[in-house]
């Protein structure tokens, strides 16, 4: 039993007692519903008291699944960017040093998972789930992977996530994320404050000899009213070569081929940066 009723959707994440290596994912609307189908599962013997309690109970955020596969280069973080490291530092507020990390830390490619036999189930129609899931509670074992884009207006959001959680790893725990890593997210449509997001419009920083004002921007009116917007949710990470990173073998991710004009897979950058380091004499930059 939770200590207090929430009105959310919510997930339970619990060790299979029957194998240890996976997990069981329970899907409720609220915490009502969640406890009667814990109780449920234990009856048929899929959940028992000790998994129960290592077990996770976490909100379920709405929206698309994707896996974001990154590469961090300390070998770039050492370079200088030119006016580019200076004008990032300004805008995000951000001293040098920072502003390079996060220049260094490359967007890869995007890729989701294709799960049996939850996908299976979701292609049914609606009337049909409702009766099959009286009978049977989905597993979700990763079978597939496909390759993803993200609206380009989206990506500054993606980044601005992956940056705080690469530097807030080399501040907790250094030397920080090395190399290849991902992150799972969900990018939902809510409102801005419900996540501790204040939206802010920043008209003092100026790059170029011209100083700008609001009227430069063209802005004449704020909503008073409450701010919507995507908004990426990081609900899972990956300190390796992701699983799903096998769809760009052969061809390359779509950001990583347009960032280096050529077919550049993890693997591919994974040796690059070994190569780099090897040349410049600096290997011990790149391993731990």
Not at 1 to 28: C, G, H, Q, S, W
Request: proline share 4%.
């Amino acid at each position: 039993k939770l200590k207090e009723f929430i009105d959310e959707p919510l997930v339970l994440k619990a060790e299979n007692p029957r194998r240890k290596f996976e997990r069981e994912f329970i899907f409720a609307a609220d915490s009502g519903d969640l406890e009667e189908k814990v109780e449920k599962e234990m009856e048929k013997g899929n959940l028992n008291k000790e998994v129960l309690e290592r077990a996770t109970v976490e909100q379920l955020v709405l929206g698309p699944q994707a896996n974001f596969n990154f590469f961090f280069s300390p070998l770039n973080a050492e370079s200088e960017w030119g006016d580019l490291d200076d004008a990032f530092a300004k805008i995000h507020g951000l001293s040098l040093e920072e502003a390079r990390i996060c220049l260094a830390n490359e967007l890869l490619s995007i890729d989701e998972r294709r799960e049996t036999i939850f996908d299976g189930v979701r292609r049914l129609p609606a009337d049909v789930q409702l009766k099959l899931l009286r009978k049977i509670v989905p597993s979700f074992e990763v079978t597939f992977h496909a390759i993803l884009s993200v609206r380009e207006s989206l990506l500054k959001e993606v980044l601005r996530c992956a940056d705080a959680f690469l530097l807030a790893t080399r501040e907790y725990e250094p030397p920080g994320i090395i190399g290849a890593w991902a992150f799972q997210a969900v990018i939902t449509w809510d409102r801005v404050d419900k996540f501790g997001l204040r939206p802010t419009i920043k008209l003092d920083v100026s790059i170029g000899t011209e100083t700008k004002t609001p009227e430069s921007y063209g802005l004449f009116d704020i909503s008073g009213k409450a701010i919507y917007a995507h908004i990426p949710v990081m609900h899972d990470i990956a300190f390796r070569h992701g699983g799903g990173t096998n769809v760009h073998i052969g061809i390359g991710g779509q950001y990583s081929n347009a960032k280096y004009n050529r077919r550049m897979s993890t693997g591919d950058r994974i040796a690059l940066e070994v190569r780099r380091a090897l040349r410049k004499g600096k290997l011990d930059l790149i391993v731990t």
